[in-house]
Structure formats: structure tokens, C-alpha cells
């Protein structure tokens, strides 16, 4: 509500069953997919998509410091080898934080960044617009709205329909932070100039 005198109504299940059946149907995680049209309504948006493309376009690096405070408020106990080491420091690409929230899928897509070329070269985009996610390792490409969009979201998609609700949950709520803190890594502002 934007509180500019909407009326909202507000229903109390008073009995078990009403409340047990309440809590089993609204669930948000049950609501991922719509039945309308089958692909999923809950996703990034605005500043979560911004984040991860910031995060995953091109192969941007990161230092330990850097990693640990983007993955901070994740549940990850163990990072993977780094991409890079650079003067004796290791650094981890921006592809592989985002892989460390992904669970084993394997998809192949063009994102939405796609320029639509005369001839798809694929994996050898130099756009960085078609993404590879193999094992659940993003190998290539640019995760943006079409990957992890309300409405669009394939790798959302993906992983309701191979692993169910509450792991979609999981990653929707791990993206949502790892999104939040890439941007805010990053710095992302408009102005008026």
C-alpha cells in the first residue's frame, strides 16, 4: 500500500485448521511460479539486477576482503580457488561469487544485454551476452534481468523445477543479499548531470 488512503481488509483465521491452512497456502515460496503462465513472478528487481551485473559483466576481480564482504551475510563456509593470483594475493572473479550461491544446474541462454548479431558466436561473445551455467558454475555471461528478472527469471525457473520451492527460496534469498552488497561494493548512482 502506498498509504494515500488505501483501505486494506485485514482476516483473522480463527480456527487450527483455517490458520494451519492459511499458513500452508500463503507461503511466499509456494507463490514463486504463476499458475497463469507458469514462469516465475518473484525475482529481482531494480537494484538487485544492477548488482549482479555489475558483479558478473565481464571478469572483474576481487580481493579476500572484498569476497568476505560481499558473502558476509551468506551461509558459505568455504571458497573456491581463486581465478587469480596477483603479487602473492589471491582474487576470485565476480562469476565465481555468484556461482557460490547456485545449486547444481546447467543451463544456456542469451541474456538480455544480447546485441541480437548477424550470426550468435555462442560462448565467444564479446558482449559477454550469452550465459553458460554448468554444474552450477557460471562459466560465462552476464546474469541481468532475463536470468534473475520477476516475470523473466530462467535460472529462478530452473531451479523451482528441479529442486522445488524452498531451495528456490534459498537462492532468491542468498541473490537478493549478494545483490545488494555488490552494489553497494560498487558504488552505482545517477545524477541529474
Known sequence: ADFDGDEMNLHVPQSLEAQAEAKILMAVQEHILSPRFGGPIIGGIHDHISGLYLLTRGEKLFSKEEVMELIRPLNIDKLPKPKEIKNGKPYWSGKQIFSMILPDITLEFKAEICQGC???????????????????????????EKAVGAFKGIIIDEIVRRYGNDEAKIFLDNMTKL???????AGFTVGID
Request: hydrophobic share 40%.
Open 118 to 144: 548477424e550470426s550468435c558466436k555462442g560462448a565467444e561473445c564479446e558482449n559477454d551476452a550469452y550465459v553458460i551455467i554448468k554444474n552450477g558454475e557460471l562459466i560465462k555471461g552476464t546474469i541481468d
Open 179 to 185: 545483490a545488494i552488497r555488490a552494489i553497494m561494493l
